[in-house]
Every structure is written in structure tokens, then in C-alpha cells.
């Protein structure tokens, strides 16, 4: 389940936003499940729907609303993808990347990754904030990885070491920033898993088991295809729900309950970025 893009594919999608926009953007910004009222707090948006940009996929998922917000967050110029692309839509792992790779021939040099999440950690709580410090790319690792196929030398190299996926740098600035505003922020390890299904109680044991402290259905191929062209990563998890880890549980995950608390946590996870944004701008 593969779909190779050129370098050709890629730069008529940038020349149809560059067009269209009045500077060109320095941060890359997705926003996950329940998260796209973020990008209202951006000024001067020039908005462009999906479905008007060649090559561009389509969201699906309800609380993804499907465009590009261009415009200045923080003194920064950034390109917002409000919605993004999941592999459980059936979307293949480079048309779920298609937009970074075209962030970063716009002229992004980092890219931000917001998702909504399961918390794994026992010590996590519904309504938590994650840094991402590192992933699991389960889809990847059995097969469907965003970097399958030809090379393409322009973006990076043919075996990028993913040492460091999700910059130093960027997560000292964030957890500076979280100190900073008193906003609670807990760290660690996210896994990908495909969904759309939410995880059994099993998987959930297996999970923890194997280092994770959160769970969700994103973020790992555009980390990967990001950092692979050079750009420097921030991934910040917003824990929407606590995974049930026994069948004799009465809780029950629903993605109501994700969208409802993505919406919560957006003011402070909104707080948050635009500090990291301002101390970037500086």
C-alpha cells in the first residue's frame, strides 16, 4: 500500500499555495482530533481548502476540517494544517506526508505536531499535556513506512538516523515555556498504532509493556518525513482519554469523548504554542 510522489507532484502543489499567500511560512503546524479551533488564533489567514491543491488527500474524520490556514501566530508565519490525513481513511503513508514535504518546499524550517491521545502512563489523567520525547512507529515498522520507495535526495538521505526525531532544541524551549505560563506538561513515549478502532485492554498491557506512555492513530510518519528534509520537530500529545486496560472495565473510549476533550484542552495547549512561537520569533 504505496503512492510515489515526484519532485514535479510536489512543487505544483507549493507554486498553487505560494501563489495564494503573501510571505511564505517558517513553522509547519498539524493539528489533530478536536485541536483545529488553534488555528482561529492566527492573524491575517489565508485560508485554501485541501481539495483545491494538486495532489493534496481529503480529510474524512469528523473535527478535521480540511484546509490550509496561512497567516502570522506569535510573530511567526506558519502554515496550519487544520485537519490532517490518518492511514485508517485509507490513505497511504506518503500521501499522509504529502503536506509536509510541501510545508518544507514552501520554506518551513520546523514542523509542529499536535495529536489527541490515548494516556497509557498510570500517572497520566484526561485533559494532560505530552511532549513527545520519542515514538513507536508500529504501522512503520510492519511495512507501511513514509520513506518506502525511490529516495528522493532532494528531501534527505536514503537511511536517516532517527536518533533524535524530535528536536532538542525545540522540546527544551517548550518545557522553558511550560515553566514559564505554570502549564503542566508530562513527557514520554508515543506509539501509532492504525486504528480506526480504539486499542483492546490487551493492547493497551502490550503497550505499556513495551514503553509507551501514550497512544494514538498520527503523528509518526510526519515526524519521520520531517525530520528526513531537515526540519526540526516539536510532537505534543493532548491526553483525550485514559485507555482501558481490563475487559471488566465499564469505561468506554468513544471518539465523542476525544473531540470533547481536544476542545478543553485547546486554551492552554493554544497558550503554550504561541510562547514557544514568541521565544522562536526572538
Known amino acids: 500500500m504505496h503512492t510515489q510522489f515526484s519532485i514535479d507532484e510536489y512543487d505544483a502543489a507549493t507554486t498553487y499555495i505560494r501563489t495564494r499567500i503573501p510571505q511564505q511560512p517558517t513553522v509547519g503546524l498539524i493539528l489533530g482530533s478536536g485541536l483545529s479551533p488553534l488555528a482561529e488564533a492566527i492573524e491575517e489567514g489565508v485560508r485554501i481548502p485541501y481539495a483545491h491543491i494538486p495532489h493534496f488527500p481529503v480529510s474524512t474524520v469528523e473535527g478535521h476540517t480540511g484546509q490550509l490556514v496561512i497567516g502570522q501566530l506569535a510573530g511567526v508565519q506558519v502554515c496550519a494544517m487544520q485537519?490532517?490525513?490518518?492511514f485508517y481513511e485509507g490513505y497511504t503513508p506518503q500521501q499522509i506526508t504529502f503536506p509536509v514535504r510541501v510545508m518544507q518546499r514552501l520554506g518551513a524550517g520546523t514542523l509542529i505536531l499536535t495529536n489527541a491521545a490515548g494516556g497509557l502512563n498510570p500517572a497520566f489523567r484526561s485533559g494532560d499535556l505530552m511532549l513527545i520525547e520519542d515514538h513507536l512507529n508500529f504501522v512503520g515498522m510492519t511495512g507501511n513506512h513514509p520513506l518506502y520507495g525511490p529516495n528522493l535526495d532532494a528531501f534527505g538521505l536514503r537511511f536517516p538516523s532517527m536518533t533524535r526525531v524530535y528536536a532538542?532544541?525545540?522540546r527544551s524551549l517548550l518545557l522553558e515555556t511550560a515553566a514559564e505560563l505554570a502549564i503542566p506538561v508530562r513527557q514520554?513515549?508515543?506509539?501509532?498504532?492504525?486504528?480506526?478502532?480504539?486499542?483492546?485492554?490487551?493492547?493497551?498491557?502490550y503497550l505499556r509493556a513495551v514503553g509507551a506512555d501514550a497512544v494514538g492513530m498520527s503523528t509518526a510518519p510526519e515526524a519521520t518525513v520531517g525530520h528526513h528534509a531537515g526540519m526540526e520537530v516539536l510532537g505534543i500529545s493532548s491526553i483525550t482519554n485514559v485507555a482501558v486496560d481490563t475487559v471488566d472495565s465499564d469505561a468506554d473510549t468513544s471518539h465523542t469523548e476525544v473531540l470533547e476533550t481536544g476542545a478543553e484542552i485547546v486554551?492552554?495547549?493554544t497558550r503554550l504554542l504561541v510562547g514557544v512561537l514568541r521565544k522562536m520569533a526572538r
Open 83 to 86: 485537519g490532517r490525513f490518518h
Open 168 to 170: 532538542p532544541r525545540l
Open 188 to 205: 514520554g513515549v508515543y506509539a501509532m498504532v492504525s486504528g480506526p478502532s480504539f486499542e483492546t485492554p490487551a493492547e493497551v498491557r
Open 267 to 269: 486554551p492552554q495547549l
